[in-house]
């Protein structure tokens, strides 16, 4: 049994649109040490960003422009440490002793425990610049109405935190979870619609996951093992704050390209609260292991740590955020209390719609790809109809759409939704949404050596009941296009065995 070690020695410079990037800082394998968790006693708290005080924000720029101080080959320099993740998010290397296998952490199951340490270390640092121990990075709570926005303290065009390669556009706009480029930003009379919509998916990344771990954290991905892409929920949400963020010009530097993202301080927020959600998605499952595999557990990252000392961390020593000496303050989940609320705006839309709408047949996906270049409405068979409450526990329903190929390193987004079928029969509403399937645009050296297909994995056990479907023996799945050139290769209902 092979083990994923992403080590890697070899510095590697490319271009993309006239820009040179290094990879990776240098060290060799003889500076390598384990890592060891801190038993210091100091437990880190990390705050929403909208409710850091004025001191709290003052700490916060002076230990970025510190870290922006340091020369350039500085582990600790946030050049250096931006480039870390151009490393092992954009497909710039092979992994170690697999030629031709790519190195990439997206799209499985290290996605999460990859970014934990990346963002650990570098508040690690910080503090370290700032000599305070106790200093705790800020996350950007998104998946909050009033964490909705881009946090103002990133917005002073004199701060350090200031990134000009954003989309000016949303500076204070209501981040809308359906955003595709050239969307209007939402009006302040569809705003209420908009965060309702907004969390009623945080709401169904949480619910339909909580069984079957892989539908949240990803697929898995061993040694040797070609990518692939098998995101979670969480990462193909992820994926919208980073589109929404970064500018709608290619190549979309920086928050929206997965090479430069790093360069972007929010990007440190954001994935606070992405590693945020996986310490509340852990909570709910009674902090049970989500993989009881070695091949996760084991799997080990390198990073530089706060004492200029390259270490390697393992999964299994990362699955509890106080091990790591931080915890999150405790907000309110607003989406834990939204389907009332949710189902009451969407009998108001119907209503609004008409009743009586024609009906139009549907047939089933077929054998041959087909190109999502207008919406897909297919009628795709359930394995099992009118289930238990007992045997809803035990499988998760899921829709799988398989074999998608969009355009190498672009930007991808399309939207899954499934509906009741009446007698083959389907109107022209969409039903629910299950999920969206969210690519962020990246590029690699690599990209002539590995054609890959990807998947989405959605669960919609608790939709069935939504849409009042569990007796159907069949659901109507339709793919909408958001942007993006994509082929699917098909779509089928699946049943996931619980691990609860």
Not at 84 to 103: K, M, P, R, S
Not at 238 to 258: S, V
Not at 329 to 338: G, L, N, Q, S, V
Not at 386 to 410: A, L, N, P, Q, Y
Request: one cysteine or more.
């Amino acid at each position: 049994m092979y083990f994923l070690n992403l080590f890697i020695i070899s510095n590697y410079l490319f271009s993309f649109r006239t820009k040179k990037v290094y990879c990776c800082p240098p060290y060799s394998s003889a500076d390598i040490k384990p890592f060891v968790p801190p038993n210091d006693g100091i437990l880190r708290k990390r705050k929403p960003a909208h409710k850091l005080n004025r001191k709290e924000i003052e700490d916060f720029k002076r230990g970025i422009q510190l870290m922006k101080e340091l020369p350039e080959t500085d582990p600790w320099s946030y050049y250096q440490q931006a480039t870390i993740h151009c490393t092992y998010c954009n497909g710039a290397f092979d992994q170690v002793g697999f030629e031709d296998v790519l190195l990439q952490i997206h799209g499985s199951w290290l996605f999460t425990p990859w970014h934990r340490y990346y963002i650990y270390f570098w508040e690690k640092i910080l503090g370290k610049l700032l000599k305070d121990p106790t200093f705790a990075i800020p996350y950007w709570s998104w998946d909050t109405p009033e964490g909705m926005y881009m946090p103002g303290m990133y917005l002073d065009r004199n701060s350090p935190l200031y990134d000009d390669n954003r989309n000016h556009n949303h500076f204070t706009a209501l981040m809308d979870y359906d955003f595709t480029w050239g969307a209007p930003n939402p009006t302040p009379e569809q705003e209420e619609e908009v965060k309702i919509r907004n969390l009623k998916k945080i709401h169904n990344m949480f619910t339909e996951t909580i069984g079957a771990p892989s539908l949240f954290l990803g697929g898995p991905l061993s040694a040797g093992q070609v990518p692939q892409d098998i995101a979670g929920a969480l990462e193909n949400q992820h994926g919208l704050p980073h589109q929404w963020t970064g500018p709608e010009a290619i190549p979309r530097h920086d928050m929206g390209n997965f090479y430069t993202a790093a360069r972007d301080t929010m990007f440190f927020g954001h994935h606070a609260n992405v590693d945020r959600l996986w310490d509340i998605y852990s909570d709910l499952r009674g902090n049970k292991v989500e993989f009881d595999n070695p091949d996760w557990l084991d799997a080990s990252f390198i990073f530089y740590d706060e004492n200029r000392q390259v270490v390697n961390c393992k999964v299994r020593d990362c699955l509890i955020t106080e091990n790591l000496g931080y915890t999150y303050t405790t907000e309110r989940h607003a989406w834990k209390d939204i389907k009332r609320t949710y189902k009451k705006l969407q009998r108001g839309k119907k209503r609004s719609a008409g009743e009586g709408l024609s009906l139009i047949p549907v047939s089933e996906f077929g054998s041959a790809p087909r190109a999502l270049n207008s919406t897909i409405r297919v009628l795709v068979p359930r394995p099992k109809v009118s289930r238990s409450t007992d045997e809803k526990e035990e499988f998760s329903e899921v829709v799988v759409v398989e074999g998608i190929k969009f355009g190498h390193g672009e930007s991808t987004k399309f939207d899954v939704y499934i509906a009741k079928p009446i007698e083959g029969l389907v109107g022209p509403d969409l039903g629910e949404l299950a999920g969206s399937f969210v690519r962020v645009t990246h590029t690699h050296h690599k990209k002539d050596k590995v054609e890959t297909t990807s998947k989405i994995e959605l669960g919609v056990t608790n939709l069935l009941d939504d849409i009042e479907a569990e007796a159907s023996d069949s659901l109507v799945v339709s793919l909408v296009p958001q942007h993006g050139d994509v082929t699917i290769g098909g779509v089928r209902i699946d049943l996931f065995a619980s691990d609860i």
